[in-house]
């Protein structure tokens, strides 16, 4: 399958988050691995200036710009600009795309026009609409079919979904459950917003950078997240200089912990439940996400573990609490288990075991996890009595990791759900 975006500035140029849409484009397409692209254009100068830039987060993709005169994009100057291709994906550069929209088209064998029934208004305003829905501008679309000509791209495209020659591919209809989210995200497009619009455009891509299931603290941090990444995102700053930052803030509590300056290591910790969450907002927002990215989920678990490992190390040292170790071992091996039943759930839904229904979100609410924990271990240093906050944190998550077993348990063999989250 060839690939041709089709760009003009200044639409494919308008920045939203830090981005430029025909860039945040470019970036999706690598994710997508996509290698090469086509780029048609009546203002191939203005696309190439602007692409001459060094980016990482698209170094893998090559490009050609091929010019076309200005007006409607008619069919037969797409046949000459891309040459014989059995399957073409043809895509607006001046959209954001998101990339389960990209993926699906990407991995398409046969013909189909992306529409959509219930567009996210008013951005799809400017949009051509067909009796099935509002055209999108991307499609799959058989060489042939294209070389045919017949009058404008869109005009074409029209006629074909309007008269059943080209199957409509609906976004409404496509699975709304993002895993790596933890929650329900309808697929993502905006059609290139005018100024006025521009800032609603940019808090959508923003509020679909935010994970759902969030426990307590978590609810306070999101906001403060997007916050900062809001301003962030309009800088050179990457997710892998974030991720570090927090590393260096998440060790030096360890530190503090294990010294018994328990009051110093808790608000670091505090702030690592914030700086923990900007690495991975950044990378969506910006569409810089890599395979080492996944990475910084186990320098999490990492520094989790030197936590419970320095305050047991310091409990018992200190005298406050003999059987640190005890409770330590009994947090280890209660999260083992939660872990687990996790991953069963995973492997037979495809989604996390927050997100059966409605009870086991509340249950994600106030689980034991990390932030949770540090939450505890902050009261128990405000009443004074910290060594019994590290026994409130295992038995906590002890209590957790029964409840999910039980939840697990329900949901694979006594009562089995369907993908809706329904009982079958």
């Given at each position: 399958m060839k690939v041709v975006v089709l760009a003009d500035a200044p639409a494919a140029l308008i920045e939203l988050c830090g981005v430029s849409l025909l860039e945040r484009l470019l970036r999706t397409l690598q994710r997508a691995a996509v290698r090469e692209v086509v780029i048609l254009s009546s203002t191939p100068e203005t696309l190439e200036k602007e692409l001459a830039k060094p980016s990482p987060p698209r170094s893998e993709i090559a490009f050609t710009i091929c010019g076309w005169k200005t007006g409607p994009l008619r069919n037969e100057e797409i046949s000459a600009a891309v040459g014989g291709s059995d399957l073409l994906l043809i895509l607006p550069g001046d959209t954001v795309w998101d990339d389960r929209l990209v993926r699906l088209l990407v991995s398409r064998h046969e013909?189909?026009?992306?529409?959509?029934s219930a567009p996210p208004q008013p951005f799809a305003a400017r949009m051509p609409r067909t009796t099935q829905?509002?055209?999108t501008g991307a499609a799959v679309l058989h060489h042939d079919w294209i070389s045919a000509g017949g009058g404008s791209f869109y005009?074409?495209?029209?006629?074909g979904v309007d008269e059943g020659r080209l199957t409509p591919l609906d976004i409404a209809a496509q699975p709304s459950y993002s895993l790596a989210l933890r929650r329900e995200l309808r697929p993502l497009w905006i059609p290139a917003p005018d100024r006025a619009q521009r800032k609603q455009a940019e808090r959508l891509i923003l509020d679909a950078a935010q994970k759902g299931s969030l426990d307590l603290p978590a609810w306070v941090h999101g906001p403060i997240e997007t916050f900062l990444v809001s301003h962030l995102c309009r800088t050179s700053?990457?997710?892998?200089?974030?991720t570090a930052l927090c590393n260096v803030a998440a060790w030096a509590a360890a530190i503090l912990f294990a010294t018994g300056q328990l009051a110093w290591g808790t608000a670091l910790a505090l702030a690592v439940g914030v700086l923990d969450g900007l690495d991975g907002k950044q990378a969506r927002v910006k569409v810089e996400t890599s395979e080492a990215g996944k990475l910084e989920h186990w320098l999490d678990t990492f520094y989790e573990l030197a936590w419970a490992f320095a305050l047991a190390y310091h409990f018992h040292a200190s005298g406050q609490l003999p059987g640190a170790?005890?409770?330590?071992?009994?947090l280890l091996a209660s999260e083992g288990v939660d872990g687990l039943a996790k991953v069963s759930i995973i492997r037979r839904y495809g989604r996390l075991i927050d997100e059966l229904g409605?009870?086991?979100r509340i249950i994600r609410f106030v689980a034991g996890r990390r932030n949770i924990y540090i939450w505890i271990l902050a009261a128990g240093l405000l009443l004074g009595a910290p060594a019994k906050a590290f026994v409130v944190m295992a038995c906590w998550e002890a209590i957790s990791a029964g409840v999910h077993v039980f939840r697990a348990v329900w949901a694979l063999w006594i009562r089995p759900l369907d993908f809706s989250g329904r009982p079958a």
């Open positions: 013909p189909a026009v992306l529409i959509d829905g509002w055209l005009e074409v495209m029209c006629r700053i990457t997710p892998k200089q974030l170790y005890y409770y330590l071992l009994l409605p009870l086991d």
